[in-house]
């Protein structure tokens, strides 16, 4: 991560992650990725366990939530989009 952007390795680290298809595995990565960006925020709560996802639309956020919806764990987590870049992505799946 560099100046609130991820950098390639982190792109793969996330990918690969996220490759696992286990709930937690994925989302405690991208809560790590989007909290280290200094400009969104990750929380993991709740029964269903949730993730919510705030970006504010920064860019270096965008990118790491541009990798999450175009893997498999994405299209099967995915509850809900908000404007104002949020989202939203709970352990029941499809």
Do not use: Q
């Not at 299209?75 to 809900?80: A, D, F, G, L």
Request: net charge negative; proline share 2%.
């Amino acid at each position: 991560m560099k100046g609130g952007y991820p950098d390639d390795n982190d792109i793969e680290w996330l990918k690969e992650e996220l490759s696992s298809l286990d709930f937690h595995r994925g989302a405690e990565a991208i809560k790590f990725l989007i909290d280290s960006t200094f400009y969104g925020h990750a929380d993991i709560e709740g029964d269903p366990v949730k993730l919510n996802v705030t970006t504010g639309g920064w860019s270096g956020c965008e990118e790491i939530m541009d990798v999450v919806f175009h893997s498999v764990w994405g299209m099967k987590y995915w509850e809900s989009t908000h404007r104002g870049g949020k989202f939203i992505f709970t352990s029941d799946g499809i």
